[in-house]
């Protein structure tokens, strides 16, 4: 199965261990990929784009007139956003990929043999005392 269908698969899920993976798993990487992409992806993406801080990219609507600010929409900040929610995601589902395939290794580990059965413990103990 290749990885961008299993990642499909994952994000299309409703498991509510899932669910609580990611939610803490984001939690606790939310600020690291933030202050990752912040303060080192979007000023190199930044630089390449347009030679400016990419999170105050904007597309103005109206200008500041007098008291009223202006109106604009803020796409660097969300894509910078959008960008972080990616990072987490992965390493979420990278988190609960290695999770799965140490199940299934759990799951395939072969079953101890049956303990004999009565009969078969009486037949033993009359082979061996047969033997003597």
């Given at each position: 199965m290749g990885m961008m269908k299993e990642f499909k698969e994952f994000a299309m899920?409703?498991?509510?261990?899932?669910?609580?993976?990611?939610?803490?798993?984001?939690?606790?990487?939310?600020?690291?990929?933030?202050?990752?992409?912040?303060?080192?992806?979007?000023?190199?993406?930044?630089?390449?784009?347009?030679?400016?801080?990419?999170?105050?990219?904007?597309?103005?609507?109206?200008?500041?007139?007098?008291?009223?600010?202006?109106?604009?929409?803020?796409?660097?900040?969300?894509?910078?956003?959008?960008?972080?929610?990616?990072?987490?995601?992965?390493?979420v589902f990278m988190v609960i990929k290695a999770l799965n395939a140490s199940k299934?290794?759990?799951?395939?580990?072969?079953?101890?043999?049956?303990?004999?059965?009565?009969?078969?413990?009486?037949?033993?103990?009359?082979?061996?005392?047969?033997?003597?």
């Amino acid at each position: 199965m290749g990885m961008m269908k299993e990642f499909k698969e994952f994000a299309m899920r409703g498991s509510l261990v899932d669910t609580a993976v990611a939610f803490v798993m984001g939690a606790a990487f939310g600020k690291i990929v933030s202050a990752f992409v912040d303060g080192m992806v979007m000023p190199v993406v930044g630089m390449i784009a347009s030679g400016q801080d990419f999170s105050q990219l904007r597309f103005v609507l109206k200008e500041a007139v007098g008291d009223k600010p202006e109106v604009a929409i803020m796409y660097g900040s969300f894509l910078t956003v959008v960008l972080d929610f990616i990072i987490v995601a992965f390493a979420v589902f990278m988190v609960i990929k290695a999770l799965n395939a140490s199940k299934k290794k759990e799951a395939d580990a072969p079953a101890p043999p049956p303990a004999p059965s009565n009969e078969e413990k009486l037949l033993m103990e009359i082979r061996d005392a047969l033997k003597k």
